[in-house]
């Protein structure tokens, strides 16, 4: 096993320069610095020299990701950004507004609506089916998991109001479907 030298230093083959057993035969420059620099000292490195090594690393690594999915991540971010900006526009709609809406494109959904207020709740899971999830995001709805509920406000939204137990006995329910059939 070769020693671990670099061509202008000189290191001792069998003796760790930061080992605390051969403190005594250390030289008396070396016994004055710590550890850490010994070993610089000893495989030639330095502060600088460690920076560039991480700088060209990471300017090859960005340069290897970037051609192949750069057009793609930017493309995915501005979909979910579409995404958002319909959502936030669609929580001011009018209840009757978001009911139609959901009938057009989610008919099934529209049969569990519930409207509590002037909000509208569905007891549909979040995850079951991650289309009809998505398409709820983009109509305005979001998902309430204190009550396990998809809710939209319908333009009614007051985040630091007082929440009582269960709103349908304040304001009172009923179900979309039962008033007018998908």
């Not at 850490?36 to 690393?57: P, S």
């Not at 579409?82 to 929580?91: D, E, I, L, S, V």
Request: hydrophobic letters at 35%.
């Amino acid at each position: 096993m070769g020693t671990r030298q670099r061509p202008g230093y000189q290191v001792t083959p069998n003796l760790s320069l930061s080992c605390p057993m051969h403190v005594g035969k250390k030289p008396e420059l070396v016994q004055k610095m710590s550890p850490r620099l010994v070993k610089q000292a000893a495989y030639g490195e330095t502060r600088t020299a460690n920076i560039k090594k991480k700088l060209m690393k990471n300017k090859f690594q960005i340069e290897a990701a970037a051609p192949a999915n750069a057009g793609q991540q930017s493309s995915i971010g501005a979909e979910k950004q579409r995404a958002f900006a319909t959502h936030c526009t669609n929580r001011e709609l009018a209840t009757q507004k978001v009911l139609d809406l959901l009938r057009a494109q989610l008919p099934r959904q529209y049969e569990l609506a519930e409207i509590v207020g002037k909000w509208v709740w569905l007891e549909f899971p979040a995850a079951s089916h991650r289309a009809a999830a998505n398409t709820l995001f983009r109509l305005g709805f979001h998902w309430n998991q204190r009550r396990c509920v998809w809710q939209h406000p319908c333009g009614a939204c007051a985040p630091y109001a007082a929440h009582p137990a269960d709103p349908r006995t304040k304001y009172g329910s009923y179900f979309a479907a039962d008033i007018k059939p998908a």
